[in-house]
């Protein structure tokens, strides 16, 4: 039988709720256990895929496409369960097919209401991840308790440990402690009030987690304990971590949180936890042998979310290599100030992510450039790699004027395109059509994303094939425009290597310069394929060549 684990957060937003609920899900699969995650977003989106990364952070994009919300990567980066679109629910999923649900007539003339139509649809949602071989469903649910729009969750949550019976549901409550500098102490208040509306709609948190700056005394977790009717023992301690959020299960674990979740769910673990390789993560970034710096440069380089897996897939290769990596994010519209010239000519590697529209384009073309030339190592990402491609054509091929259709209808070498086979329709879905970037495109609505994971046929000898140790790769892919294979052969000449196609050779899926010491860029998305205990290859190959140009740039003793 699947148990549940719902996951709440109080006081105010931003508490790490996603890298919390990520932490327990790594500890209960430690214990053996089968665990399944999905986040439940209070807003009327229907899918995260439309929404502005300036707003929201990065889009994640899962295997079968579907575009999620950022917290997904966190529960891939820690968890091994499979993530699908049921995965991913908004309150705009959910009256959408309530909706659609009273159009087919299916409530047969009844009044539909939000108790119980619109929480019984939350409830079937949530129901939908057990399976016989499933322990535990992890349900976390966005914003902050005390939401209007929270509402239909949490008293969808409340009405399903009746169904599924009390034993069988944990209910965590996620909240801040503050510090008041001029008290000189920390605040349980809040909490209290927190709690204290959830009690009001008849949810009683088994567990808080309390975050907080500096350590909670017994006192003080004996006075929650008490305000908020939950044990002592229950009342958990996160502080801000310095090092990494790696260190969130770890704390978790020191508490012996795991063993009381899993003493209140009945439940027992198939192994004993081994986390010696997520202490031997934290024993390396600790201690790192080498230092470098890496710029990465594109449109929402100021927003930290925007390229949150780029970023953390940078660390898992820090890891790795050993290696404490100094990330300098440059907005690429400011590329052609000289101070930001100066950083990227001494960064030790050069890294541009995907992104849509086109601010910046030029000083992103200057950067590949400043790469390309002086031999640092470079790595592109989906339109990093389009970049690199126009950047090539017109500075190597003599392709004066070339560029993206995306940018310039008119260019005289269109070498990265929409293709036409693209608009016959993929079996994907193709949502992100909405997104304002992606809307912004009036002409070419009609294109589809090529969405979600695709093969790849890397070539033999390859620098992608050697950092990969196999020829048959799949990643997962957000993006519209393609390398124009009329350009194929001219490129080639002029000594660009197509280092990946899909398998029938149509598109162009990574590029090369074999003469640079690494210049390699992906039309996909790697960054989502990558875990702190497991660096995704690409990434992992990058970090090590930045920290050879580095060795080499120092003066040897
Ligand atoms: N804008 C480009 C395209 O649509 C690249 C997209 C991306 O980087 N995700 O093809």
């Known amino acids: ?76 980066r820690f968890t091994n369960g499979p993530l699908t679109r049921n995965s991913s629910w908004t309150t705009g999923k959910i009256y959408l097919n309530v909706i659609d649900r009273e159009r087919r007539g299916e409530y ?100 808080l987690i309390c975050r907080t700056e500096q350590p909670i005394t017994r006192e003080e977790i004996d006075k929650i304990a008490l305000f908020c009717n939950v044990p002592s023992s229950h009342v958990v301690e996160e502080r801000d971590c310095e090092l990494s959020i790696y260190e969130v299960p770890i704390a978790l674990a020191d508490h012996g949180f795991d063993r009381l979740i899993l003493e209140q769910l009945r439940l027992k673990g198939r192994i004993e936890p081994d986390l010696s390789h997520w202490y031997d993560i934290l024993q390396r970034l600790k201690t790192p042998e080498h230092q470098v710096t890496i710029a990465v440069v594109g449109k929402y380089a100021k927003h930290r979310d925007a390229y949150k897996s780029v970023y953390e897939a940078l660390d898992h290769a820090g890891i790795s290599n050993r290696t404490k990596i100094r990330i300098e994010r440059i907005p690429s519209d400011r590329l052609d100030r000289k101070e930001t010239q100066e950083i990227i000519r001494s960064a030790d590697g050069i890294l541009l992510p995907g992104g849509f529209g086109e601010r910046g384009s030029e000083g992103k073309i200057e950067a590949i450039r400043i790469a390309r030339e002086n031999g640092i190592p470079f790595f592109g990402i989906c339109l990093g790699m389009q970049y690199a491609v126009i950047e090539f054509a017109r500075n190597v091929a003599g392709l004066e004027g070339a560029n993206s259709t995306e940018f310039d209808t008119e260019t005289p070498y269109p070498v990265i395109t929409l293709l036409p086979e693209q608009t016959s329709g993929e079996e994907t879905m193709n949502r992100g059509q909405n997104s304002p970037e992606v809307r912004s495109l009036k002409s070419e609505a009609n294109h589809l994303l090529r969405l979600g994971v695709k093969p790849t046929a890397l070539r033999e000898g390859s620098r992608a094939a050697g950092e990969y140790g196999k020829l048959e790769i799949a990643e997962r892919h957000r993006h519209r425009y393609e390398f124009n294979p009329d350009f194929r052969d001219a490129l080639g000449k002029a000594g660009l290597l197509i280092a990946g196609t899909s398998p029938d050779d149509k598109l162009v899926d990574v590029i090369e310069l074999p003469l640079h010491p690494w210049f390699v860029a992906v039309q996909f998305h790697p960054e989502f394929c990558s875990q702190p205990t497991r660096a995704h290859p690409l990434f992992d190959g990058f970090v090590a060549a930045t920290v050879s140009r580095r060795e080499k740039s120092e003066p040897q003793h």
């Open 1 to 76: 039988m699947t148990k549940h684990i719902f996951i709440t957060g109080g006081v105010v937003s931003s508490l790490g709720k996603g890298l919390t609920s990520a932490s327990i899900g790594m500890l209960l699969e430690s214990h053996g256990l089968s665990v399944r995650m999905q986040k439940l977003d209070p807003y009327l989106n229907v899918d995260p895929g439309t929404m502005s990364p300036f707003q929201h952070g990065e889009v994640y994009v899962l295997n079968d496409g579907s575009e999620t919300d950022l917290d997904l990567g966190h529960y891939e």
């Open 108 to 207: 047969q003339g009844k009044t539909v209401q939000v108790v119980p139509h619109v929480t019984n649809e939350i409830k079937r949602v949530i129901r939908s991840l057990e399976a016989d071989d499933v322990d535990v469903v992890i349900t976390e649910i966005g914003g902050t308790v005390g939401d209007i729009e929270g509402l239909p969750f949490l008293e969808a949550i409340r009405q399903f440990s009746l169904d599924a019976g009390k034993e069988n549901c944990v209910y965590v409550h996620l909240t801040l402690v503050p510090f008041l500098k001029a008290a000189r102490e920390l605040k349980t208040k809040p909490t209290q009030h927190s709690v204290g509306q959830l009690r009001e709609i008849g949810i009683q948190p088994d567990f």
